[in-house]
Nanobody, 127 residues
């Protein structure tokens, strides 16, 4: 089992920044690829960003490319999502996820590619 706890969400004005953190515990964090997803009210959960278990490969949804950065610190068992130039359409609950066998871009970008999920943290961007 892997337990994931997100933090860092909140209310921010459009154009502002937030950094989300996801702390992992349980199994060996460095064995897992990690991803960030988000879900707005009435919408399906969607991929935001993913990072390989070594941290050498990152992937982003087109909607956040150039504004968001995913990173990980395996020594701290933590993955981060730096969000800049936030827009009202970024408003959602953000979830982190861990996948043991998640390797390909297709696996990283889909909810079925992950084994464990956090409870989510709310991000609200006001206009």
């Amino acid at each position: 089992q892997v337990q994931l706890v997100e933090s860092g969400g909140g209310l921010v004005q459009a154009g502002g920044s937030l950094r989300l953190s996801c702390a992992a515990s349980g199994r060996t964090f460095s064995n897992y690829a990690m991803g960030w997803f988000r879900q707005a009210p009435g919408k399906e959960r969607e991929f935001v960003a993913g990072i390989s278990w070594r941290g050498t490969s990152t992937y982003y949804a087109d909607s956040v490319k150039g504004r968001f950065t995913i990173s990980r610190d395996n020594a701290k068992n933590t993955v981060y999502l730096q969000m800049n130039s936030l827009k009202p359409e970024d408003t959602a609950v953000y979830y982190c996820a861990a996948g043991l066998k998640t390797r390909t871009p297709a696996q990283l970008s889909q909810t079925w590619g992950y084994d464990y999920w956090g409870q989510g943290t709310q991000v609200t961007v006001s206009s």
